[in-house]
């Protein structure tokens, strides 16, 4: 993992300090709320339905035992016993008082940790594979360029200003578990036809009020001009990106707009004049910063054997356990989806015991998904069932990864000022209706947003929920089709929208569907992109 | 009727106006009339409050009920997290939020 340097660690000393005074300020009424929202935003923290909300920023959503042991602190500490773990591998804490958002990020710098890119039209903290360095299916490990943007990003004068927020992800493998091209910018290592790795550039996706799924615009990017690019990408949109309207202010409407020919040829018109600035990385830097992710020292000669003989442990093997490059090793993903649970949300024990399992068991490594389940990635096989024991005894042995009670939920109109409708308690209706039939059904990806921003994915999920409101009453609208994975879809909605127990039922008319059309082998998905939506619509309206 | 609500500046707690000061229980707010926004200019000059805004209401048996449900979670509480409304002990919390 990487370790703060000098500059690092001053740099975030430095902000906590300067967001210290100008929280007195606040407080003293030496500056209005016009004057200080934007400065508090800057440093994650927004106010939502009942208090304060502080988001902390986990960078390419990777990050070792001590540094989550300081997020349970804070939960214990400062909030109410709980986090909340998001859609772009952040946590989030729902009751924070004022005076006090100082004292934790002073805390969190303590462990190299801050709230920095969480808010604001700036690059947002960059996201990742959870799976990388450990993945079966990885040409390079993307993580080092996730620091090296991180590092290029942060406080960027020229691109702390931008027409809107700004979220890059990265990943180096074929299979895309970061939704790359749900990105602003998303950026895939891959091996071209001479065998160099390289970038796969995508530009201009998104989801929130206009959807989109971002073309490609550079096949190949070598990796000695991975900066000068990403600047003069962001140098265009910053020059042409609309200010006028916030609701066509991303990227992914410029791109649309211009068409991504033009948007790549006036990025290499800039490019060309970038390059000769000198602002890509010294290949000496790079090394520094590669240093500290170069694979653990894994032992060698383990035995793959794992004994099945506790079905329950076998279940969770199955839909939780996932390949690692090195033999002997596997990758946990931890459900926080328990039947009826709150996707997301871990408790401060919770936090502490997934902290002690990374220590013990996993090289003192962990990984925040953005689907919002935590990691462990690099665990012996021989030790799989005592994790599991672990986690049973304290209800994060959920053995549904990637199934219809995996949902995706943002916080909704139960903690978020810009939700028109409660998102968590259809999430809990969801896993309950399926829990007894979700293996028999498969991958099947739900997800669901309490308005328009999609924060909680909906545009992206097999199933996907949006709630709206219809004069003052909870109305959702259901979709069917999306993807977030390398197979990038957007869904559909299927027709009007429905009560919150009608959408449950409608749901269920649709699993029932895919049910009795389903051909081997096929996922949700892929019943849905071979039927289309019209025997789905005639089971869920009749 | 028409209550005037808002965040407390230093904790983020909801508040409601009752008339001689805030209060974190809506049951205490009271009817604000046409002066809402005086007040709320007041207050949050004062530093007493954050974000000051007026709603609508009904008058009920219990005291005033939000029109929205927007404002009903925010006087009672994330619906699913009992052990942390406002009134934990109260069984009829999730009837008057929906």
């Known amino acids: 993992m990487y370790k703060y340097d000098e500059y690092d660690q001053a740099i975030v000393d430095a902000r906590v300090e300067e967001f210290r005074d100008q929280v007195r300020r606040r407080l003293a009424g030496e500056i209005s709320e016009d004057q200080f929202k934007p400065l508090r935003l800057m440093n994650g923290l927004y106010l939502q339905l009942h208090a304060y909300m502080l988001r902390v920023a986990i960078p390419y959503g990777t990050l070792n035992a001590t540094q989550m042991r300081m997020l349970a602190h804070v939960a214990r500490k400062y909030d109410k016993g709980y986090g909340h773990f998001t859609t772009r591998q952040n946590i989030q804490y729902n009751w924070i008082k004022l005076d006090e958002a100082p004292d934790i990020l002073a805390e969190l710098a303590t462990v190299e940790m801050h709230a920095i890119q969480t808010s604001g039209n700036c690059i947002r903290n960059i996201s990742s594979d959870q799976f990388a360095g450990a993945a079966a299916d990885e040409v390079e490990d993307p993580r080092p360029w996730a620091e090296l943007l991180r590092q290029w990003s942060t406080f960027h004068p020229e691109f702390t200003y931008l027409p809107r927020k700004f979220k890059i992800a990265v990943i180096g493998a074929e299979e895309d578990r970061a939704a790359v091209k749900l990105h602003d910018i998303g950026l895939q290592l891959h091996r071209n036809d001479a065998g160099e790795v390289g970038f796969r550039v995508f530009v201009g996706g998104g989801m929130g009020r206009t959807p989109m799924v971002a073309p490609v615009i550079r096949d190949f990017l070598p990796k000695a001009d991975f900066l000068s690019y990403m600047e003069a990408c962001l140098r265009v949109y910053n020059r042409y990106g609309r200010r006028d309207n916030i609701y066509k202010a991303r990227i992914k409407i410029l791109v649309h707009e211009i068409g991504a020919a033009e948007y790549a040829r006036q990025v290499e018109e800039e490019w060309a004049h970038v390059k000769t600035l000198g602002l890509d990385a010294p290949a000496a830097e790079f090394e520094r910063i590669a240093a500290f992710f170069a694979p653990p020292a894994f032992e060698t000669g383990l035995s793959d054997t794992i004994d099945r003989s506790d079905p329950d442990f076998a279940v969770w093997l199955d839909q939780n356990v996932s390949a690692h490059k090195a033999p002997g090793y596997a990758v946990v993903t931890i459900s926080l989806k328990p039947t009826g649970g709150i996707p997301g949300d871990a408790t401060a024990d919770q936090i502490d015991l997934m902290a002690d399992l990374a220590e013990r068991y996993s090289l003192d490594e962990l990984r925040i998904t953005h689907a919002q389940n935590v990691v462990l990635p690099h665990v012996r096989k021989a030790d799989l069932y005592a994790v599991w024991q672990a986690l049973d005894a304290s209800g994060l042995a959920a053995p549904n990864l990637d199934l219809i009670g995996d949902i995706i939920a943002c916080p909704g109109l139960d903690y978020c000022a810009l939700a028109n409708a409660r998102s968590i308690p259809l999430a809990q209706k969801i896993s309950q209706r399926f829990a007894a039939t979700q293996h028999d059904l498969g991958e099947l990806k739900l997800k669901i947003s309490g308005c328009i921003n999609a924060c909680g994915h909906h545009h992206a999920g097999h199933i996907g929920i949006l709630g709206v409101d219809r004069k003052g009453v909870e109305n959702y609208q259901l979709l069917l089709g999306g993807s977030a994975a390398e197979d990038a879809s957007l869904g559909r909605i299927t027709g009007p929208g429905f009560d919150e127990d009608g959408v449950v039922d409608a749901i269920e008319r649709a699993v029932d569907t895919y049910r009795s059309l389903r051909t081997e082998g096929e996922r949700f998905l892929d019943t849905y992109r071979r039927v289309g939506m019209a025997p789905f619509k005639e089971a869920i309206y009749g | ?98």
């Open chain 2, 1 to 98: 009727m028409k209550l005037l609500t808002g965040n407390d500046l230093a904790t983020g707690d909801v508040i409601w106006w009752a008339g001689d000061g805030w209060s974190r229980h809506i049951a205490e707010a009271v009817d604000v009339g046409p002066h809402a926004e005086t007040l709320a200019a007041v207050e949050e000059a004062a530093r007493r409050v954050n974000g000051p805004y007026a709603i609508d209401a009904t008058q009920g048996p219990e005291g005033p009920r939000p029109a929205h449900i927007k404002d009903r979670i925010r006087a009672a509480g994330p619906t699913v997290r009992a052990d942390l409304a406002i009134r934990p002990a109260d069984a009829n919390r999730g009837e008057w939020v929906i």
